[in-house]
Structure formats: structure tokens, C-alpha cells
């Protein structure tokens, strides 16, 4: 469960490189803004300058080449410079026509004999997604200005796993899967993944939630640390249009502390305002990215955003709402003004007897369909 389990390379690289592009489409005003990161080795402001292109990845279309830009000069460490680039021809990223454009930055660094020259590329789609949060009923997703309904299933493993072995096949196979079953969205549970199964998802028009991995509750001597790991998950995913939603914990249930455990864990408010630092980091790396703080929160509503509840109504007992109760029509406490999401739902926890005894462990299968269920595993 931890570890180094992707690739690792040495890359040599001049003594001034481009360190991280970044571009934040817009597409009601037909223009990108380009975040160039720089890294200098040196303890000397250097002098840099870009040469920047622009090509279709994945379709056939027209090239721009040639744009320059004059920077200031990059002082030591990490210097980012914003340039704004006009796009009036592009094409809209969306799940059914997933275009994408190959940015590169051609950096030239020093004077005279003493230049270097550093080349970078990203890849973009030109795509806008929003959640209304101005009039109520708030929550719903916007997608290029057109109202969207996210369905989708949780990945626990099966993209990362293959991916992890370099079987991408399996990777393409289950996502068309999803797609041919009618689903838009996938949610990443609990964790980041690789940066390859990213880049799939982007070609093949697949939208992403992205957890942190922060699972029930926190400590108090964890909270930094936490908190800076969400601001390095959005500069891992902010480059990918595929990734439209990002979430901060799993589960929080800080009221279903026992006294033996409450002092090990922060409390409700404290979580809030953890919660609140995880937003500011976010947006300092991504001023547009859509965030719901908590996904399945026990504890909620939360004090930003939408209410996302996990309901195992006929799996768990009594889970979320009791199934006489949800029959009645009734239904687990909700945010007021705000629609809701269901993170995680359920009706079954176990297959078909059948099926658990042709594949299942031995020591994991009833000895008939009538053994109690809640003996079994």
C-alpha cells in the first residue's frame, strides 16, 4: 500500500529549464493563459525568453508556431510568468469530441555564447466546467455552459492496478466499458493515480473526480502536511480536462468518536477550517478547479459547497436512511438550498451464491444460500 510503483529516470537538464506549463482554457473570451514555471540553478537573475507552439494532438487541423514572448528575468529557484494567447479558432473538448491541442515552450536562457535552451510540452483541451452556486436550487455542473448530470461508478483499483503493470489495454477496455453502459464520470477513490491513466481519460472523453487520500479523520499534527499534499494533487491533475471534480477526505465522522478515541482527532470546526486551507492551496494552482470538500460525509452538511452522502440503504444496516423509512419517502438529513450528490450507493454486498462458490476463496462462501450472511467472510 505505499512506495515507489511507477517508473523512475534521471533526465539531464540545462542549468535554467522549464520546470511545469500550465494552461487555463477560456472559452467565452477565445483565449488561453499560459502558467510557464522556470527553475534556475544558478544564484543570478538570468535572462530567459520563449518561443511557444501550438499543435492538434489528435485530429487534423492547423499548427501555430512562431509566438514569442519576452520574459523578465528568472531569478533563482522557481520564477512563473502568465501570458495570455488568443485561440479564435478551436475546437470544445467534451466526452463525445475529446480534442486536444500539444502546447510547447521552447525556453532560451543567458546571453551570447553562454545560452541554453530548455523544451517543454503539455497537453490541453479547450473546456470550461462550472457548478452554480448563485441561485438555489445550487450544485448543478455546468460543462461548456451546458448543464450536465454526472453519472459514473467508482474506480477501487481496476484502472491503477493494470496501469501499474503497463497494461493500458485493460485500462482503454474498461473505461469504453463505462462509456458503452451510458456512464460520463468516474470517481478515482481515495487517491490520485497514475498520470498515464490521466492522459487516457482525456483522450477518451472521460470525466474524473480526484480524492485525497485522507480517509475518516485527521490529527492535529497532520493537518500541514495534509493540507500542502492538496495543493500538489491539483498541480498533478490541473493540465488534464478530464479532471473536473476534486474531493479533500472520505467519510469524515468525527460524531461517531468514542470518548476511548476523541482525543486523538481533530473535531468537527477544526476539520472545516482544514478543509477551508485545502480550497485556498487549490485555487492558488488552479483558480477554476470544482471542488466538493467531502465526499460520503457523515458529519455534514459541510460549510462549503455540496452535501456528497454515501448511502448503503440495503447493504449496511441502517445505513445512511432504514429502507422502511426511504420507501416512506424519507431521507438522510440534506444541505437546504443545495441539490445533492450520492458519492457511494449500494443494494448487495455479495454475489450470487453461484458465483462466490466459482470464484471465491473457500473459506469465504456459505455452505448454503441460506446461511446468515452476516457469518460469512
Given amino acids: 500500500g505505499a512506495g515507489i510503483y511507477q517508473a523512475v529516470y534521471l533526465e539531464g537538464r540545462s542549468g535554467t529549464f522549464v520546470n511545469d506549463l500550465f494552461v487555463r482554457p477560456d472559452i467565452d473570451n477565445k483565449k488561453i493563459e499560459l502558467w510557464l514555471e522556470t527553475y534556475n540553478c544558478e544564484y543570478a537573475n538570468m535572462p530567459v525568453k520563449a518561443d511557444i507552439s501550438i499543435y492538434p494532438r489528435n485530429f487534423a487541423g492547423e499548427a501555430r508556431e512562431g509566438i514569442k514572448a519576452e520574459l523578465a528575468p528568472a531569478g533563482p529557484r522557481i520564477s512563473e510568468y502568465r501570458l495570455e494567447i488568443p485561440c479564435e479558432k478551436f475546437r470544445l473538448w467534451n466526452p463525445d469530441e475529446p480534442y486536444l491541442y500539444n502546447l510547447r515552450v521552447k525556453l532560451t536562457a543567458g546571453d551570447g555564447q553562454e545560452q541554453s535552451v530548455d523544451v517543454m510540452d503539455t497537453t490541453f483541451g479547450m473546456r470550461k466546467f462550472q457548478q452554480q452556486d448563485k441561485t438555489e436550487p445550487k450544485g448543478d455542473f455546468y460543462l ?220 469465504m462462501c456459505p455452505a448454503s444460500g441460506n446461511e446468515d450472511r452476516k457469518s460469512v467472510g
Fill in 144 to 363: 461548456n455552459n451546458k448543464k450536465i448530470i454526472l453519472r459514473g461508478t467508482n474506480e477501487m483499483g481496476n484502472l491503477a492496478r493494470p496501469a501499474m503493470a503497463g497494461n493500458y489495454q485493460q485500462v482503454i477496455e474498461d473505461l469504453l466499458i463505462g462509456k458503452a453502459a451510458h456512464l460520463n464520470f468516474w470517481r478515482l477513490t481515495q487517491r490520485p493515480v497514475q498520470e498515464e491513466i490521466y492522459d487516457l481519460c482525456d483522450r477518451l472523453g472521460v470525466l474524473i473526480q480526484t480524492d485525497l487520500p485522507n480517509f475518516g479523520y485527521l490529527r492535529k499534527s497532520c493537518i500541514e502536511e495534509t493540507a500542502r499534499q492538496a495543493g500538489e494533487m491539483e498541480r498533478l491533475i490541473r493540465s488534464h480536462p478530464s479532471c473536473v471534480l476534486s474531493t479533500f477526505i472520505n467519510e469524515p465522522m468525527s460524531i461517531c468518536h468514542t470518548p476511548e478515541v476523541r482525543h486523538r482527532r481533530v473535531d468537527r470546526e477544526t476539520l472545516e477550517d482544514f478543509l477551508d486551507v485545502c480550497i485556498r492551496y487549490t485555487r492558488m494552482y488552479n483558480p477554476d478547479r470544482v471542488m466538493i470538500v467531502a465526499d460520503g460525509d457523515y458529519d455534514g452538511p459541510p460549510r462549503y459547497g455540496m452535501f456528497l452522502a454515501h448511502a448503503y440503504t440495503a447493504m449496511h444496516e441502517d445505513h445512511g436512511c432504514r429502507l422502511g423509512r426511504l420507501h416512506a419517502g424519507y431521507l438522510f438529513p440534506l444541505k437546504k438550498g443545495w441539490k445533492t450528490g450520492i458519492g457511494e450507493y449500494g443494494a448487495e454486498g455479495l454475489d450470487f451464491l453461484h458465483t462466490m462458490k466459482k470464484y471465491y476463496p473457500e473459506d
